[in-house]
């Protein structure tokens, strides 16, 4: 199996900054894209950034301009480096782990890491 443990949350100030770090272990070679989505109270998970293992990303339209999603294959990382936060980007930020096509089962989730934005 493989395990995703986050880090990196916390109470910002708006305006201010956060980076989020997501570290892999295990049978980590069954991974390929990884993501980070997040959960605000009373919303549906919605996906914030995504990035393949050859570096390709892709973003939410609320972020963009604002969260640049990076990783380290070396390492099993993955960040999410947020600037310009905003009151509502407030909510639990979860990493995700998507399976290669090659190893078939569900796709992997961390246990998610608070980020508060006070405005």
């Known amino acids: 199996q493989v395990q995703l443990v986050e880090s990196g949350g916390g109470l910002v100030q708006a305006g201010g900054s956060l980076r989020l770090s997501c570290v892999a272990s295990g049978r980590t070679f069954v991974l390929n894209a990884m993501g980070w989505y997040r959960q605000a109270p009373g919303k549906q998970r919605e996906l914030v950034a995504g990035?393949?293992?050859?570096?390709?990303?892709n973003y939410a339209d609320s972020v963009k301009g604002r969260f640049t999603i990076s990783r380290d294959n070396a390492k099993d990382t993955v960040y999410l480096q947020m600037d310009s936060l905003k009151s509502e980007d407030t909510a639990v930020y979860y990493c995700?782990?998507?399976?290669?096509?090659?190893?078939?089962?569900?796709?992997?989730w961390g246990q998610g890491t608070q980020v508060t934005v006070s405005s």
């Open positions: 995700k782990g998507e399976r290669s096509y090659r190893y078939r089962g569900p796709d992997f």
């Open positions: 990035i393949s293992r050859g570096g390709s990303t």
